[in-house]
């Protein structure tokens, strides 16, 4: 049990100091330590203190991307998880800088975001929005953007994404 409280303290005191400084500017600067993915999903501030992107640019006909930021509080047993996922056809070229938008027919994103207690979380789903990756440097496997999308939660009640932001190593 000693050792579960110590992790548990070593984790939140790391998710202080690691990941995005949350400046006041428009786009939080990097902190050179971590890497970030910071949001507000429905007025509330969103930081993944776990973050990861899953790149797969050989399978085939489609190159696929997955960035997800992930914050879970062990005390409550509550989990908030944002996924953003990227496919695009061979055709189309490799994931490079640009944007990609979620109002297209077919689109090249789709974004899923579920938070609450682990055994019942809430999923949310989003219909429109974009994804702007703004670096994407796959010597040094860094990658940088912004989001923000519209959709709505399992009850059919809006949900937003705004000051979509992550910067991060893969």
Request: proline share 4%; with cysteine.
């Amino acid at each position: 049990m000693k050792f579960f409280n110590l992790l548990t303290l070593v984790l939140f005191a790391s998710s202080l100091f690691l990941g995005c400084n949350n400046d006041e500017e428009d786009i939080p600067k990097l902190d050179p330590e971590g890497d970030c993915m910071i949001a507000t999903i429905d007025g509330d501030f969103f930081n993944g203190s776990d973050v990861k992107v899953v790149l797969s640019e050989d399978l085939g006909f489609v190159s696929s991307m997955n960035i997800t930021g992930m914050h879970a509080n062990v005390s409550t047993l509550e989990t908030d998880i944002l996924v953003i996922s990227i496919t695009r056809y061979q055709s189309e070229g490799l994931i490079t800088p640009g944007t990609y938008s979620l109002d297209d027919y077919f689109p090249d994103i789709a974004v899923q975001y579920v938070s609450g207690p682990i055994l019942s979380p809430e999923n949310h789903g989003y219909s429109q929005g974009t994804l702007t990756i703004m670096t994407h440097d796959t010597i040094t496997k860094r990658i940088e953007g912004k989001f923000e999308f519209e959709g709505e939660n399992s009850q059919g009640t809006p949900s937003s994404i705004i000051d979509g932001y992550f910067d991060i190593k893969y």
